[in-house]
């Protein structure tokens, strides 16, 4: 049996890793429409790995643009059993300072498109269990490879998903730190829905780019803030993903990759043929 691969979401500079060889851009059509972009097969400390520049080569997708479902199916599709996601984040509490790095084991959904983040409907019902939103096995890795690479990473923490594209107004972000929550960021919890529905073990290393507007004596948070510190974090994310990828098992067994298995409420009788057929990578092992 083929082993599967390794996904990557982050932004477009994450691609140029040292060691990662055998590069072919792939398209990939999907019944949910199209992904962010091409994905970028190859091969990465001796795995197969499959990266996809989130936001799309060029920054050219809104985070409330994003279509998370076309873009795990097709990690899916791809054989992907694991998906690694680097994204930008700003801090709400003072312990997370500009270029940690937090590996959060909790989101809360401050979005409007709770529709959007499952493949399920048109005629077949499921609800995954979503209590523990993040793969603690990939999670676990992802820290132990970042305190390796000498990273200043933080252990748990919850990510608000706000949907912008503004970035907070100070009220908001004021109440944020006040609730005690950690980071915000505009693009993860529909990742990992998605990933969850499609058996797809996710976990996210957020980067700290910013405070947001809620510290008074800390200038809020620009684009200029943003891009800086990504590109101070940048080396240190490749570090991570290179050190991690070994370390990743080649066999997908975690329970994760078992979430369908009494998920799905509607009688197999029932499911309608075009929404099966769409659903083909996702449902594959109970078809």
Not at 83 to 105: H, I, M, N, T, W
Not at 124 to 149: G, Q, T
Not at 182 to 187: A, S, Y
């Amino acid at each position: 049996m083929k082993t599967p691969r390794i996904g990557i979401i982050g932004g477009s500079g994450l691609y140029h890793i040292e060691g990662f060889t055998r590069q072919k851009w792939v398209g990939v059509k999907t019944p949910f429409g199209d992904p962010s972009d091409e994905f970028l097969t190859g091969e990465l400390a001796g795995r197969e790995v499959v990266f996809l520049p989130r936001h799309g080569r060029g920054h050219r997708i809104l985070p409330a643009e994003l279509n998370h479902r076309a873009n795990l199916w097709a990690m899916k599709s791809l054989g992907v059993a694991w998906v690694v996601s680097a994204s930008a984040v700003g801090s709400l509490q003072a312990r997370y300072k500009p270029c940690d790095f937090v590996l959060v084991d909790q989101f809360l959904d401050r979005t409007k498109r709770s529709a959007e983040h499952t493949f399920f409907g048109k005629g077949i019902v499921a609800h995954v269990a979503f209590a523990d939103p993040v793969s603690e096995e990939l999670r676990r890795l992802l820290l132990r490879s970042a305190k390796a690479c000498k990273a200043k990473a933080h252990d748990g923490g919850t990510y608000v998903n706000m949907e912008g594209p503004a970035f907070s107004t100070r009220a908001e972000s004021v109440a944020n730190h006040k609730a005690g929550l950690d980071v915000i960021g505009m693009t993860n919890l529909g990742e990992a829905k998605c990933a969850r529905e499609a058996e797809i073990a996710y976990a996210t290393m957020a980067m700290v780019t910013d405070y947001d507007c809620w510290k008074v004596d800390e200038a809020h948070v620009t684009v200029e803030m943003v891009i800086e510190n990504l590109k101070r974090n940048a080396a240190t994310a490749k570090a991570i993903i290179s050190h991690v990828i070994p370390s990743i098992p080649s066999v997908a067994d975690w329970p994760c990759h078992d979430a369908l298995r009494n998920a799905v409420m509607t009688e197999r009788s029932l499911w309608p043929a075009a929404t099966k057929k769409a659903l083909k990578p996702i449902l594959a092992k109970y078809l």
